[in-house]
């Protein structure tokens, strides 16, 4: 009776651990390790300098808006997709501030139009929200807000750091409702977070338990 209650403990406990290995997914390229829950989709993975990750992340991500306009409201069953792309290039000297360059690199990708978007003013507040910088790799990178009408809400970041010069950006469908566009932006900021939280620079290490 005892072994087979241990059998027992011993298969439900490994079932936990499967279910828990499910998910989450891992994409691995030579600069870089980004672990993502599992039903974000992984539309493109790296594999050498100059390249993009590229990962979409539907309305169900684990983001929890739970303040501020738009919280808790209708708008949650409509929340858009956030795109979001991750690029390496080797570090250069250059007389420009890592984030210009990065918008300079960008900025010659056709698809993300970013010529013809302008800058979010940092007055009024957009949506009630303070300018508000990400973490990456131990450092505080300030986030470049840009909008395109009709278009993108963009958000452009990144540094330099040992594997190179890393941008990311990350962009929303514009909306014409005021409502629905801030809690697009809210769900944007806080997924945006929530990836670079999972990018882990340099070799590949084994995940925290």
Not at 30 to 59: C, H, M, N, S
Not at 67 to 92: E, L, M, N, R
Not at 112 to 122: G, Q, T, Y
Request: glycine content about 10%; charged content about 20%; overall charge neutral.
């Amino acid at each position: 009776m005892k072994g087979a209650r241990l059998a027992f403990v011993l298969v439900f406990a490994a079932f936990l651990g499967s279910v828990g290995c499910a998910g989450q997914k891992q994409v691995l390229t030579p600069q870089y390790t980004l672990r993502v829950p599992g039903f974000w989709d992984v539309k493109a993975t790296a594999v050498k300098y100059g390249e993009p990750t590229k990962v979409v992340i539907g309305q169900y991500g684990d983001a929890v808006i739970n303040d501020g306009s738009g919280a808790g409201s209708a708008y949650d069953s409509v929340t858009a997709d956030v795109h979001v792309w991750i690029y390496v290039w080797p570090t250069q000297a250059s007389p420009q501030e890592p984030l210009e360059e990065i918008l300079v690199r960008l900025s010659q990708v056709p698809e993300f139009a970013l010529p013809a978007h302008r800058r979010v003013p940092e007055q009024p507040m957009e949506c009630g929200l303070f300018p508000k910088a990400a973490r990456l790799g131990g450092k505080t990178l300030p986030a470049l807000d840009l909008v395109k009408r009709p278009g993108w809400r963009t958000i452009v970041l990144g540094g330099v750091f040992d594997v190179g010069l890393v941008g990311v950006l990350a962009r929303v469908d514009f909306e014409q409702d005021a409502g629905r566009y801030c809690h697009n932006v809210r769900n944007m900021r806080t997924q945006l977070q929530n990836l670079l939280d999972g990018l882990q620079l340099g070799p590949d290490k084994p995940a925290p338990p």
